[in-house]
């Protein structure tokens, strides 16, 4: 059965593959598993219908026949399972794989993420500009600890897995800060998994939504 996911109808990133949707079809095109995408509006996202899928009204979410699945990581997890290509065959390499997804969202995504709560939406506040030296800090924190532990290897454990698929989506979102920069192993790991032929097409699949052509 083809899943379904949805997308926004227009993303607040134009296209850029930020958009947690990009995730998801990085992953389905990693596995060869073709999908149909759903757009929602923003308002659509809001009513009942897609609450009933997702009940905090965001995108991504995953449809195959009578399971509903939200929230990114649940999803590439639930693909990396089902299908061969993301996740080792070996236990333990299985298992350190499962915790280098974890650790993407929840160690280093959230100060990511508060970098850009603290320009887009902190921004105008009195104390902003005291405020983002402290953010980078954690943030640089946080990436001179995976540096160190990424050294000169292409990939967090061996060979390619959803682990790898989740940390570098989650650095893309340093690209504009130029933080990223400042860690040469990291860039090029980002790099390396932009240059996979599978986040290529789900990259141009995002972005073809996003085209002013569209």
Do not use: C
Not at 10 to 16: E, F, L, Q, T
Not at 33 to 53: D, G, I, N, T
Not at 55 to 63: A, K, M, V
Not at 64 to 70: I, P
């Amino acid at each position: 059965m083809t899943p379904t996911i949805t997308a926004f109808e227009r993303s607040p990133d134009g296209g850029k593959g930020l958009a947690r949707d990009t995730r998801v079809r990085w992953a389905l095109e990693e596995v060869g598993q073709p999908y149909e995408v759903r757009l929602v509006s923003f308002a659509a996202m809001k009513e009942p219908a897609h609450l009933a899928l997702h009940p905090f009204g965001q995108i991504p979410t995953y449809e195959e026949g009578d399971l509903a699945v939200f929230e990114t990581g649940a999803i590439v997890f639930h693909i990396a399972e089902k299908h061969v290509g993301l996740l080792p065959e070996d236990a333990h390499a299985r298992a350190r794989a499962i915790t280098w997804m974890f650790a993407a969202l929840n160690t280093v995504e959230p100060p990511i993420l508060d970098l850009s709560t603290a320009k887009m939406v902190e921004g105008d506040k009195p104390w902003a500009q005291e405020r983002l030296p402290l953010v980078k800090d954690r943030i640089r924190v946080r990436l001179g600890q995976l540096s160190a532990r990424l050294d000169d290897a292409d990939w967090l454990d061996g060979a390619f897995s959803a682990g790898d698929l989740l940390m570098v989506s989650v650095l893309l979102r340093l690209r504009m800060s130029g933080i990223l920069d400042e860690y040469p192993n990291l860039a090029a790991y980002v790099a390396r998994g932009e240059a996979r032929p599978a986040y290529q097409r789900a990259f141009a699949a995002q972005l073809a939504i996003n085209s002013p052509a569209t």
